[in-house]
């Protein structure tokens, strides 16, 4: 009985990898294993996670998220005003760190803050709106989401047009992330600890440094590799400790998923639907493939398919939304609400889902206005 319990509690603890992996397995049945497998993965972004992903572990040894929330309590007295700081600050950060980075920068916080302030009920909310803000906070600037960056290069788009195409969706996120925020309770709130201890200043320096690095693989100012040399040296030094605490299984989560897209696209059926059906819409199309292929496989595969790049490029910003495949940020949202051990997994997937839907819902209407 107690083994069974526990190969249970494992199985819920690791749903989202075991899924990524059943998946990634039942395209390789329709897609053999050849030389083409190597193209699937992102080794940069692979890097980007894990550099970043050590990082964040080394900040909280050092109770960094749990100081840094206690400021923002002092500051944004309730729970209104701290929720909607975090989230914009998630949104904005996005724009720099791209949406994976800014949420597994900015998560725990979300979490400390919550927790500190004895308030974790409303961690569902929270996270949902950080997931939200993190994927349509980065569509304004062509640096801001990965799948911007290959279709302003894949198409040559003029940088006022880009501007132009996506200012109204962004207005429109700003507005109804405004509005929800707003439905959330202003009562009083503080820290548990009112005393907290400033983290070691050489400490929080050397992290600060180390996650500039992580943050300039993503620009690619320099090698990929070298930024993972650097910040794996740096925690080995400093806390060796934080790299045995990275969340390897997102990790192989991402591995499985860029399997599981890279198949997908190269079964002929699959390359045969897009092809008949984006001609009749490639914004609605987009949208689609974003919800079954996440958004960045859907930009490389349906561009090879249409010109319209308005549409497109529309679509697979805020086709994010949706499922939690739709964007692999919402999958980091998902992995970290479960670690968290909030409530329910199935309550939070209901909220997101309806939440996330009816965002789609009005920026494929303000889509349909502008484009």
């Not at 107690?2 to 249970?8: H, P, T």
Request: charged share 10%; proline share 4%.
């Amino acid at each position: 009985m107690k083994k069974s319990a526990l190969i249970l509690k494992a199985i819920k603890s690791n749903a989202v990898l075991i899924i990524a992996i059943t998946a990634a397995i039942i395209t390789c049945i329709f897609v053999p294993i050849d030389k083409e497998y190597i193209s699937y993965f992102d080794f940069k972004t692979l890097a980007c996670l894990f550099c970043t992903l050590a990082v964040v572990c080394a900040f909280k040894n050092i109770k960094f998220f749990i100081w840094l929330a206690g400021l923002i309590l002092k500051k944004f007295n309730t729970l209104r005003k701290s929720v909607t700081a975090l989230v914009f600050i998630t949104f904005f950060g996005s724009m720099i760190l791209a949406n994976d980075m800014a949420l597994i920068t900015f998560l725990p916080l979300g979490y400390y803050i919550l927790t500190e302030s004895d308030q974790k009920q409303y961690m569902a909310i929270t996270f949902i709106m950080q997931n939200i803000a993190a994927n349509l906070g980065g569509m304004l600037t062509p640096f801001g989401n990965p799948q911007n960056l290959y279709l302003f290069s894949y198409y040559s788009i003029p940088t006022g047009e880009f501007f132009r195409i996506m200012l109204p969706p962004f207005i429109t996120a700003v507005i109804l992330i405004i509005c929800v925020c707003l439905f959330i309770k202003p009562i009083h709130i503080e820290a548990k600890s009112q005393n907290i201890p400033t983290p070691p200043i050489w400490r929080m320096i050397v992290y600060a440094i180390l996650f500039v690095v992580s943050v300039m693989i993503v620009f690619r100012l320099f090698a990929y590799y070298w930024g993972l040399i650097i910040v794996f040296a740096g925690i080995l030094l400093t806390d060796r400790k934080a790299l045995k605490k990275v969340d390897y299984g997102l990790l192989m989560v991402f591995t499985a998923f860029f399997i599981f897209a890279g198949n997908l696209a190269r079964i002929p059926y699959v390359n045969q639907f897009f092809y008949e059906y984006i001609k009749i819409s490639p914004l609605f199309m987009g949208v689609l493939s974003c919800q079954i292929i996440s958004n960045v496989p859907s930009a490389i595969l349906l561009s090879k398919f249409t010109a319209d790049y308005a549409s497109l490029l529309v679509a697979v910003n805020i086709g994010g939304l949706g499922t939690p495949i739709a964007s692999l940020a919402s999958l980091i949202t998902l992995n970290q609400y479960r670690l968290s051990a909030a409530g329910s997994t199935l309550k939070y997937l209901l909220k997101f889902l309806i939440i996330n839907f009816s965002f789609l819902a009005f920026l494929i209407l303000t889509a349909l206005i502008f484009i």
